[in-house]
């Protein structure tokens, strides 16, 4: 069955012209995961607003059909081993995955998201242009850029789009309105759901935007700084206006963020959702799901009031069991903390609570490893009976971020075993990330367009790990050991310094200075 019949479209939009440009929508993956998305729909809803502007939706699995084939095709691009999707997408369509291979009758193929946003370098190959910063502020200059060019060569057009704030074009840098590309940032009101559909990863979800960014700025987490500032939209004037809106329409709300509980007014808003939840909600219950709490913002009022409002199980960041290492990477949180907010959470009734950690943070040792079998073995003793997990990810630098100078920990493979063997000693639900494919994500991650060779090549072999390994073996003159694993000194010039985010590069990397 036709997915798009089954969606509740929740906004109106202009007539289109008669001659509207046509643009597709692109998410690298399956319409299930692609429709979960915020930040895609937003851009469905921003581009839309236009009526000059034609505006299709394109998944792996389908594609929307639309009167012509597309001007402009625009990804939304957030995880970097989605490239070998975006790839496909292109040639399934008989698009030239090389900007400088399209045509005349070729699309126009840009992107946005947190990928491009910190390291455009490694697909400047590919793109012709990416967005630089949030899409709220960037997208009307564009799309009145568009109509505007409708009439002019490809070239040409893009050598215009370049001029526009938050919009970097690779062949045009050396234009001297263009030598970098400054992050446009939106300062109001957030984003929320367009269309609930059934056939989402959060079924017939209303999806509301709490927070952006987060204010703990941990020196690793790519969420935190290339996302800022912080910013929390006002709960009366704003949350709860739109929260309602969505109640008109679904019993399932999604708070989503870096950082939800550290809203200065979150208790005010979830007061509000147990007003709402004693209401019929057509004829059901109101379900509230959350992307994560931090533990110093957990109280009794915030379990209790998520726990009467359906969600089933917490998760919490809390990186490592070690003070001292965490310490090192800003988590301002220490285990007593972490214990107590747990202990809270499980007193209100939940039975099951998922942990976030890392393997191979700069500077960690044994002993931090066993820092944090410690610690978990004290939540299990002190909670007989109930379920606790540990989802472990590898250490990957990102752009962006004060940890971009350091590489992978070439020992993090024996970490994720050595913690999976006591783990389960303990009766912890030990769920790593694969070791393998963090090495692939920080070649992209800290890569320069050198790496596009790879990740083409890579591409063409099959995109599994067996065709990374005979990729960077084929193209030794890249030095892909220096993006991996190498520590960098920081008076290096970055391969994104020409991408001017909301922090200078010289105070990143003082951020950085407790591991000197």
Not at 195 to 218: A, G, K, N, Q
Not at 397 to 403: D, E, S
Request: a positive charge.
């Amino acid at each position: 069955m036709n997915p798009f019949q089954n969606e509740k479209i929740l906004i109106s939009f202009p007539a289109k012209t008669k001659n509207a440009i046509q643009l597709a929508c692109a998410f690298p993956n399956i319409y299930t995961v692609g429709m979960a998305s915020l930040g895609f729909q937003t851009a469905w809803k921003l581009f839309n607003q236009n009526p000059a502007l034609n505006v299709s939706r394109w998944f792996m699995d389908i594609q929307e059909k639309s009167n012509s084939a597309p001007d402009y095709i625009g990804f939304s691009f957030s995880w970097e081993l989605d490239y070998k999707n975006i790839f496909s997408m292109l040639e399934k369509n008989n698009i030239p995955l090389r900007a400088n291979e399209r045509g005349t009758n070729d699309p126009i193929v840009f992107c946005g998201g947190q990928v491009p946003n910190a390291n455009p370098g490694p697909f400047c190959e590919n793109f012709d242009f990416f967005l630089i910063g949030d899409l709220e502020i960037v997208a009307r200059g564009l799309t009145n850029k568009i109509i505007e060019i409708k009439n002019l060569t490809r070239e040409e057009k893009l050598n215009e789009l370049s001029k526009l704030p938050g919009v970097y074009v690779p062949h045009c840098m050396d234009m001297p309105w263009h030598a970098s590309a400054k992050k446009q940032t939106t300062p109001g009101n957030l984003t929320s759901s367009s269309i609930l559909t059934p056939d989402s990863v959060w079924p017939d979800t209303f999806i509301i935007e709490v927070v952006r960014s987060c204010p703990e700025l941990c020196r690793f987490c790519l969420a935190s700084y290339n996302s800022l500032p912080f910013r929390t939209p006002d709960v009366k004037d704003s949350l709860i206006p739109t929260i309602d809106f969505g109640l008109k329409h679904t019993n399932k709300i999604g708070l989503l963020g870096a950082s939800v509980t550290q809203h200065p007014e979150f208790e005010e808003l979830l007061e509000h959702l147990l007003s709402k939840s004693v209401e019929i909600c057509h004829s059901k219950s109101l379900q509230v799901q959350i992307a994560s709490v931090r533990a110093d913002s957990v109280t009794k009022k915030t379990a209790d009031g998520l726990l009467k409002l359906g969600s089933k199980s917490l998760t919490m960041a809390v990186e490592t069991g070690s003070a001292r290492l965490r310490n090192v990477i800003n988590k301002k949180v220490s285990n007593e903390t972490i214990i107590k907010s747990i202990e809270t959470i499980y007193n209100s009734g939940f039975n099951s609570i998922k942990l976030y950690g890392m393997a191979g943070l700069p500077s960690e040792t044994e002993n931090d490893l066993n820092e944090t079998i410690k610690l978990l073995s004290e939540i299990k003793t002190r909670n007989k009976g109930k379920k606790l997990s540990w989802g472990c990810s590898v250490f990957v630098p990102k752009a962006q971020t004060p940890f971009q100078y350091f590489g992978v920990d070439k020992g993090a493979r024996k970490k994720l075993k050595y913690l999976s063997k006591e783990l389960h000693k303990i009766g912890v639900d030990f769920r790593p990330e694969s070791y393998e494919w963090s090495l692939i994500q920080a070649l992209i991650s800290r890569g320069d367009r050198s790496v596009n060779k790879i990740l083409e090549d890579a591409y063409r072999y099959g995109g599994t790990l067996g065709s990374f390994k005979k990729a960077m073996k084929g193209n030794k003159n890249i030095d892909c050991d220096n993006f991996i694993f190498k520590e960098w000194d920081r008076s290096i010039k970055l391969p994104w310094e020409n991408i001017q985010g909301h922090l200078k590069k010289e105070i990143i990397s003082k951020h950085a200075e407790v591991l000197l």
